[in-house]
């Protein structure tokens, strides 16, 4: 096949060998006429486009002239120019109808405003100077359009695997451009190798349309024999399409999915949510029972459950599922499942059984009341007792303290320690979250336990008269036991934090010589006994001598004070016999007569009472 401007270069051949015949021929053939026009011009459509025609070298007088070649072979002439001296004078002969319509400008280029894909063609310039001959150039103009968003209709039916030969798969629509474009067909981003006769396995068919605009638009039809793995494929085509200067764009259309029919090939049944990894589940909950069948559309399930080695149809529906609410011990069993799919292969096993278990457990029992009293020292034995299955496990702890595993509790040589609350845990170790658990408080019964916080000694040895001191007492024991002391004061008995089953009371007291002789005794007392402890000082020393010191100063103190009121007194009376008598030694005691006050003042002084 030729190219399309295949007659444009036969016709250029002939020219230019008489070009070279006639330039061989004559030495100064530089004054003939030459053009410089582009062979091939292109632009996007719509675009306006100039094609060049200029004649080489001086001439004060020619005539260009510009011709249409249209389909026919006919050159009608669009537009001509004379050179007058420096100007050119333009003319337009035939527009042809063009709208816009042709155009030449000053240097006698022709223009072309808005180019449409009409516009494609050959355009002759022919120029003639007279002596220096006549000169012909032809200028090809392609226009480009770029096509419409790529469009694909796919194939709304359900198609079937088991079709032995190619089906319609999809349309792709390119519209509006100019060349025609290209379209390729694609699978999960693959490009579909497809020929274009028609094959069993696939083919492609085009049909390429010219429309009223002179526009081109393609239309592909894709066509497929297939697979069961197509159920998950993609598919999409692409429209591939030229620009100017030999480049390229492509479209690609939206993807899409088809619904295909397929036989049943495997068929699965489970417990759904919730069941544990060994495959249990508790009692109570809601079980779902799942059957999915791999066949396209979905084929009908039948659900089951086998006694006696015979069905018991529980439902039937499409979806492929069993609701059990509130799920019992007695639904333990063989359930199952059947595919109803009279398209599978003979040798499919279409049915598929489980075994459903129900892991359940029951309320523990004790050997023992809720509240156990034991006396002081003795022993017990306590057992705890489940039905469940699996096979639970038991645990005992008391105040989340592990004791040992196993039904029966031990308990020897009781002591006041051992009260408290003990329990029994069930758990099941394959149904983690399925336990249960049952308790018993101990109570010891027994004669009070007594402890005091004993007397620290002074740090000089010896306790003196008048010491303060705070006694503590702490005792425990069932009943509670009273705690008592020997001398009135006594706190009332509280229990002491973060120390169970005891109780305090304290005595705050002044140290006396009678409480170093005989001590004070507090005392723990229930109805199982008693316990004293008597508190002892040891040697507590008198307070005499520091009484006297005392004593003492209050006697100065007050000399002191009467000294003060003479003084103040014999200001008073400045140069009275008070004060002359202040000079005299030895004067009687005139107290009532006036005499100074001083005087006995001064006895009091020297003769203090010790």
Same mark, same amino acid.
């Given at each position: 096949?030729?190219?399309?401007?295949?007659?444009?270069?036969?016709?250029?051949?002939?020219?230019?060998?008489?070009?070279?015949?006639?330039?061989?021929?004559? /030495?100064?053939?530089?004054?003939?006429?030459?053009?410089?026009?582009? /062979?091939?011009?292109?632009?996007?459509?719509? %675009?306006?486009?100039?094609?060049? $025609? @200029?004649?080489?070298?001086?001439?004060?007088?020619?005539?260009?002239?510009?011709?249409?070649?249209?389909?026919?072979?006919?050159?009608?002439?669009?537009?001509?120019?004379?050179?007058?001296?420096?100007?050119?004078?333009?003319?337009?002969?035939?527009?042809?109808?063009?709208? !816009?319509?042709?155009?030449?400008?000053?240097?006698?280029?022709?223009?072309?405003?808005?180019?449409?894909?009409?516009?494609?063609?050959?355009?002759?310039?022919?120029?003639?100077?007279?002596?220096?001959? @006549?000169?012909?150039?032809?200028?090809?103009?392609?226009?480009?359009?770029?096509?419409?968003?790529?469009?694909?209709?796919?194939?709304?039916?359900?198609?079937?695997?088991?079709?032995?030969?190619?089906?319609?798969?999809?349309?792709?629509?390119?519209?509006?451009?100019?060349?025609?474009?290209?379209?390729?067909?694609?699978?999960?981003?693959?490009?579909?190798?497809?020929?274009?006769?028609?094959?069993?396995?696939?083919?492609?068919?085009?049909?390429?349309?010219?429309?009223?605009?002179?526009?081109?638009?393609? +239309?592909?039809?894709?066509?497929?024999?297939?697979?069961?793995?197509?159920?998950?494929?993609?598919?999409?085509?692409?429209?591939?399409?030229?620009?100017?200067?030999?480049?390229?764009?492509?479209?690609?259309?939206?993807?899409?999915?088809?619904?295909?029919?397929?036989?049943?090939?495997?068929?699965?049944?489970?417990?759904?949510?919730?069941?544990?990894?060994?495959?249990? &589940?508790?009692?109570?909950?809601?079980?779902?029972?799942?059957?999915?069948?791999?066949?396209?559309?979905?084929?009908?399930?039948?659900?089951?459950?086998?006694?006696?080695?015979?069905?018991?149809?529980?439902?039937?529906?499409?979806?492929?599922?069993?609701?059990?609410?509130?799920?019992?011990?007695?639904?333990?069993?063989?359930? #199952?499942?059947? *595919?109803?799919?009279?398209?599978?292969?003979?040798?499919?096993?279409?049915?598929?059984?489980?075994?459903?278990?129900?892991?359940?457990?029951?309320?523990?029992?004790?050997?023992?009341?809720? &509240?156990?009293?034991?006396?002081?020292?003795?022993?017990?034995?306590?057992?705890?007792?489940?039905?469940?299955?699996?096979?639970?496990?038991?645990?005992?702890?008391?105040?989340? +303290? !592990?004791?040992?595993?196993?039904?029966?509790?031990?308990?020897?040589?009781?002591?006041?320690?051992?009260? #408290?609350?003990?329990?029994?845990?069930?758990?099941?170790? +394959?149904? /983690?979250?399925?336990?249960?658990?049952?308790?018993?408080?101990?109570?010891?019964?027994?004669?009070?336990?007594?402890?005091?916080?004993?007397?620290?000694?002074?740090?000089?040895?010896?306790?003196?008269?008048?010491?303060?001191?705070?006694?503590?007492?702490?005792?425990?024991?069932?009943?509670? /036991?009273?705690?008592?002391?020997?001398?009135?004061?006594?706190?009332?008995?509280? !229990?002491?934090? #973060?120390?169970?089953?005891?109780?305090?009371?304290?005595?705050?007291? %002044?140290? +006396?010589?009678?409480?170093?002789?005989?001590?004070?005794?507090?005392?723990?007392?229930?109805?199982?006994?008693? %316990?004293?402890?008597?508190?002892?000082?040891?040697? *507590?020393?008198?307070?005499?001598?520091?009484?006297?010191?005392?004593?003492?100063? =209050?006697?100065?103190? =007050? #000399?002191?004070?009467?000294?003060?009121?003479?003084?103040?007194?014999?200001?008073?009376?400045?140069?009275?016999?008070? $004060?002359?008598?202040?000079?005299?030694?030895?004067?009687?005691?005139?107290?009532?007569?006036?005499?100074?006050?001083?005087?006995?003042?001064?006895?009091?002084?020297?003769?203090?009472?010790?």
């Amino acid at each position: 096949m030729e190219p399309p401007d295949a007659p444009a270069q036969a016709r250029g051949a002939p020219r230019l060998l008489l070009l070279a015949v006639v330039l061989a021929a004559h /030495p100064d053939a530089q004054a003939e006429v030459r053009l410089s026009v582009p /062979p091939l011009v292109e632009v996007m459509r719509g %675009k306006s486009v100039i094609l060049d $025609c @200029t004649p080489t070298g001086t001439h004060d007088h020619y005539m260009l002239e510009w011709f249409l070649t249209d389909r026919s072979g006919a050159r009608p002439r669009l537009a001509s120019a004379e050179m007058q001296g420096s100007e050119l004078q333009v003319t337009m002969h035939d527009t042809r109808g063009r709208s !816009p319509p042709y155009q030449l400008d000053s240097q006698g280029r022709l223009v072309l405003a808005e180019a449409q894909v009409g516009d494609e063609r050959d355009y002759v310039c022919v120029v003639r100077a007279g002596a220096a001959g @006549t000169a012909e150039a032809t200028a090809r103009l392609s226009v480009f359009a770029k096509p419409e968003a790529t469009e694909v209709s796919p194939n709304k039916g359900t198609l079937s695997v088991m079709e032995d030969s190619a089906q319609e798969i999809a349309t792709c629509n390119s519209r509006n451009g100019n060349p025609a474009p290209k379209i390729t067909w694609y699978r999960n981003g693959q490009r579909l190798e497809v020929p274009v006769e028609m094959n069993p396995e696939g083919y492609m068919t085009s049909r390429t349309v010219r429309e009223a605009s002179g526009l081109l638009s393609l +239309t592909s039809t894709l066509y497929l024999r297939l697979r069961k793995d197509d159920r998950d494929a993609s598919f999409h085509c692409a429209a591939h399409y030229s620009l100017p200067e030999g480049r390229h764009g492509r479209l690609d259309s939206p993807t899409f999915h088809l619904t295909l029919h397929y036989p049943t090939e495997h068929v699965q049944f489970w417990v759904g949510s919730p069941s544990t990894p060994a495959g249990w &589940v508790r009692e109570g909950d809601t079980v779902q029972l799942l059957c999915r069948g791999d066949g396209s559309p979905s084929p009908e399930y039948t659900l089951f459950r086998l006694q006696d080695e015979q069905e018991e149809v529980l439902n039937v529906n499409l979806e492929g599922n069993l609701t059990l609410e509130g799920v019992t011990r007695g639904q333990s069993g063989t359930y #199952g499942c059947r *595919v109803e799919d009279y398209d599978a292969a003979d040798d499919v096993q279409l049915s598929k059984t489980l075994e459903l278990r129900v892991a359940y457990l029951d309320p523990l029992e004790l050997s023992e009341r809720k &509240v156990l009293s034991l006396p002081l020292n003795s022993s017990a034995v306590v057992n705890c007792s489940v039905h469940g299955l699996p096979t639970p496990a038991l645990r005992w702890t008391k105040d989340s +303290t !592990p004791l040992g595993d196993g039904p029966m509790l031990s308990l020897s040589s009781i002591t006041f320690d051992s009260n #408290g609350t003990y329990v029994c845990e069930a758990s099941l170790p +394959t149904v /983690p979250v399925l336990s249960r658990t049952q308790n018993f408080t101990l109570l010891v019964q027994g004669s009070p336990e007594l402890k005091t916080a004993e007397i620290e000694p002074k740090a000089d040895g010896s306790w003196r008269e008048g010491d303060e001191v705070t006694l503590i007492c702490s005792a425990r024991g069932h009943p509670d /036991p009273k705690l008592s002391w020997s001398q009135l004061g006594g706190s009332p008995a509280e !229990p002491i934090p #973060g120390r169970q089953g005891w109780v305090s009371s304290s005595l705050t007291l %002044k140290v +006396t010589s009678a409480l170093s002789r005989d001590g004070i005794s507090c005392e723990a007392s229930n109805p199982h006994g008693n %316990k004293r402890h008597v508190f002892h000082f040891g040697t *507590v020393s008198p307070q005499t001598s520091q009484a006297g010191v005392a004593v003492m100063a =209050v006697a100065v103190s =007050v #000399g002191l004070l009467l000294l003060v009121v003479a003084v103040f007194y014999c200001m008073r009376r400045k140069g009275g016999p008070c $004060c002359r008598q202040r000079r005299e030694k030895g004067a009687p005691d005139l107290l009532g007569s006036g005499a100074c006050p001083w005087a006995q003042a001064d006895i009091s002084i020297r003769s203090p009472v010790l």
